[in-house]
Antibody, heavy 116, light 110 residues
Framework: EVQLVQSGGGLIQPGGSLKLSCAAS????????MNWVRQAPGKGLEWVST???????YYADSVKGRFTISRDSSENTLFLRMDSPRADDTAVYYC??????????WGQGTLVTVSS | QTVVTQEPSFSVFPGGTVTLTCGLN?????????PSWYQQTPGQAPRALIH???IRSSGVPDRFSGSILGNKAALMITGARADDECSFYC??????????FGGGTKLTVL
């Protein structure tokens, strides 16, 4: 069974930097559409970013220029680097695969709190 | 700015039928948006229910069905059960690699 295991969340100061990880089992990260979706406390889901198998990266306007999605094929892991975070980036961040035009497998989520 | 609209809340009696909708502030939802639906209970990751308008994900009972109704995507739940009480989100593909989720509908089973 495909499994996504996340790590790397925590408290980060505004203007700092943090890198989230998502390790995949029984799925090859470089061959799949890999995504980050977040959920602010008490709020709905927000798509953040997608990394295509061909390396194309796409971002929501709210994070463009500040967040970077990447992958490490040797580690079979997806990453999200968060630079210059703001208070409104505080959320549970989920990694997810996207196949057949939907987000089908989700990680367990990791909480990122941006606060001084 | 693209906004995907969903009813903030909905109530249904056990055994009843409810239809949740997913619209766009800037036009109609069509099959080309590849509407998908997700179920989320508090503290848990979302679970995919429906994709590409009306295809159920593996293991999803046929009590859940998707369609396009007028200018919106729709999720119909029949035979509502107590454990259907949770939040439901729709997702739309806007093209050019961009996805948008609706604000979610909190379903109460009375």
């Amino acid at each position: 069974e495909v499994q996504l295991v996340q790590s790397g969340g925590g408290l980060i100061q505004p203007g700092g930097s943090l890198k989230l990880s998502c390790a995949a089992s029984y799925l090859t990260v470089r061959s799949n559409y890999m995504n980050w979706v977040r959920q602010a406390p008490g709020k709905g889901l927000e798509w953040v970013s997608t990394l295509h198998p061909d390396g194309g990266a796409y971002y929501a306007d709210s994070v463009k220029g500040r967040f970077t999605i990447s992958r490490d094929s040797s580690e079979n892991t997806l990453f999200l680097r968060m630079d210059s975070p703001r208070a409104d980036d505080t959320a549970v961040y989920y990694c997810a695969t996207n196949s057949n035009w939907h987000f089908d497998t989700w990680g367990q989520g990791t909480l990122v709190t941006v606060s001084s | 700015q693209t906004v995907v609209t969903q009813e903030p809340s909905f109530s249904v009696f056990p055994g009843g039928t409810v239809t949740l909708t997913c619209g766009l502030n800037s036009g109609s939802v069509s099959a080309s948006h590849r509407p998908s639906w997700y179920q989320q209970t508090p503290g848990q990751a979302p679970r995919a229910l429906i994709h590409s308008t009306n295809i159920r994900s593996s293991g999803v009972p046929d009590r859940f069905s998707g369609s396009i109704l007028g200018n919106k995507a729709a999720l119909m739940i029949t035979g509502a059960r107590a454990d259907d009480e949770c939040s439901f989100y729709c997702g739309l593909y806007m093209g050019s690699g961009i996805w948008v989720f609706g604000g979610g509908t909190k379903l109460t089973v009375l």
